[in-house]
Antibody
């Protein structure tokens, strides 16, 4: 079965840093783009970033541009989200999902999510 | 404020048909495929429809998607109580160079 497991979420103060991981299994990781999507408490879905198969191409949402960095280690079947200069408004459940390149077959599946809480 | 516009809520009774709308612009829906996701609160979203009208494997044919111009629709026929969830549309936006989601429609059955 295809499985995505996020980890690394925590309670952190504004201005701090956190690194999330997304461990993939059950599929050939290095032939699929990967995506991060977040959801603030009680709110809708917000796309964060998509990374290409090799990691050479990455797109970011304007809201996190310059503060967050996405990377992947295909040898470890893992994608990362390095979050710096965190703000209260970054509080959300962060999901990783397989896929996400424009024109592709969509984000499928999604992980269970990891909660990031940014609070003084 | 979401780039794609969805009605915040919809309702229906078992067996009925309900249609969700998703409105965008030329840089997103007008020039790219539309995707639909469903989320039961407290759980992760799941893909329903990809590339406007293609059902994900395992999704019942009660669910159907369509697109016209800068708008898209998701129809659910033969409503069941288990269809009660939040439904989101999404599309790639050429101007923003990223994915945009609708605000979601909460379906009550």
């Amino acid at each position: 079965d295809v499985q995505l497991v996020e980890s690394g979420g925590n309670l952190i103060q504004p201005g701090g840093s956190l690194r999330l991981s997304c461990a993939a299994s059950g599929f050939t990781f290095d032939i699929f783009p990967m995506t991060w999507v977040r959801q603030a408490p009680g709110k809708g879905l917000e796309w964060v970033s998509v990374i290409s198969i090799s990691g050479a191409a990455i797109y970011y949402a304007d809201s996190i541009q310059g503060r967050f960095t996405v990377s992947r280690d295909n040898s470890k079947n893992t994608m990362y989200l390095q979050m710096n200069r965190l703000r209260v408004e970054d509080t959300a459940v962060y999901y990783c999902a397989k896929g996400g390149w424009f024109g592709g077959p969509g984000l499928d599946p999604w992980g269970q999510g990891t909660l990031v809480s940014v609070s003084p | 404020q979401s780039v794609l516009t969805q009605s915040p809520s919809a309702s229906g009774t078992p067996g009925q048909k309900v249609t969700f709308s998703c409105s965008g612009g030329n840089s997103n829906i007008g020039n790219n495929h539309v995707y639909w996701y469903v989320q039961i609160p407290g759980t992760a979203p799941k893909l329903l429809i990809y590339r406007n009208d293609q059902r994900r494997s395992g999704v019942p044919d009660r669910f159907s998607g369509s697109k016209s111009g800068t708008s898209a629709s998701l129809a659910v026929s033969g409503l069941r109580s288990e269809d009660e969830a939040d439904y989101y549309c999404a599309a790639w936006d050429d101007s923003l160079t990223g994915w945009v989601f609708g605000g979601g429609t909460k379906l009550t059955v």
